[in-house]
C-alpha cells in the first residue's frame, strides 16, 4: 500500500507573485520530492484584487463602487501575468502533478467582484488549454459561497482583518 501525504503553504497577504517568491524561498516547500507530487491545489488572487483595482490600502469598506475604482483590461494584465507565472513555476517544478485551481473567492463589494469574476474566466480559459490544470468552482454551479443572487454569504468570511476575504472556520469546512 502507498502512504499519501499533504501539506499546506499558506502565505497571508502575498499577491501571486509573493506566493511564487515565498514558494521558492521556503525551506519546508524545497524539501518535496516533486516526482512524488500528484496533485497541487491552488487557492489565490484575492490579494491581486485590491493592486488591479488601485484600491488604497487600507480600504475595508464592503461598499467600493465600480465608479470609484474603474476595472480596467490593462490592469488586469499583470495579475494574469502573475498567475500564469505561479502556474507554470508549479508545472515546471512538478511536471506529473495535476494543478486544481479554486476560482479566487468573492468580496463584499460589486467592484472587487467584477474583477474577480474577469480573473476567474481568465483561469478557466487557462484550464481549457493546458491538460495539467483544472479550474475548481464554487460559484458557477455549486453557490457555495454566494447566493443565487450574486451576494456574498457573508457568515463563510471572517470578520478579523481589513479585507474580510479569509474563509473562517464554517467556511473551510464547507
Not at 497541487?40 to 467600493?64: E, M, R, T, W, Y
Not at 475604482?69 to 488586469?76: H, M
Not at 451576494?151 to 479585507?163: A, I, M, P, V
Amino acid at each position: 500500500s502507498s502512504s499519501q501525504e499533504a501539506r499546506v503553504f499558506s502565505y497571508p497577504g502575498a499577491t501571486a507573485s509573493g506566493v511564487l517568491s515565498k514558494l521558492k524561498s521556503d525551506p519546508a516547500f524545497r524539501n518535496i520530492n516533486p516526482n512524488t507530487v500528484g496533485k497541487v491545489f491552488l487557492l489565490c488572487g484575492a490579494n491581486d484584487i485590491d493592486k488591479v483595482l488601485n484600491i488604497p490600502f487600507p480600504q475595508n469598506s464592503n461598499f467600493v463602487e465600480p465608479s470609484m475604482f474603474p476595472l480596467s483590461d490593462i490592469a488586469l494584465e499583470q495579475p494574469k501575468s502573475e498567475l500564469m507565472n505561479l502556474i507554470s513555476y508549479i508545472h515546471n517544478w512538478a511536471q506529473s502533478a495535476c494543478i486544481d485551481f479554486i476560482n479566487i473567492l468573492p468580496r463584499a463589494s460589486y467592484a472587487r467582484n467584477q474583477a474577480i469574476n474577469q480573473l476567474n474566466c481568465y483561469i478557466k480559459h487557462l484550464s481549457s488549454i493546458y491538460p495539467y490544470l483544472s479550474f475548481v468552482s464554487t460559484e458557477l454551479d455549486r453557490k457555495l459561497f454566494t447566493f443565487k443572487s450574486g451576494f456574498r454569504k457573508d457568515s463563510f468570511f471572517s470578520s478579523n482583518g481589513l479585507d474580510n476575504v479569509h474563509l473562517n472556520e464554517l467556511g473551510i469546512a464547507r
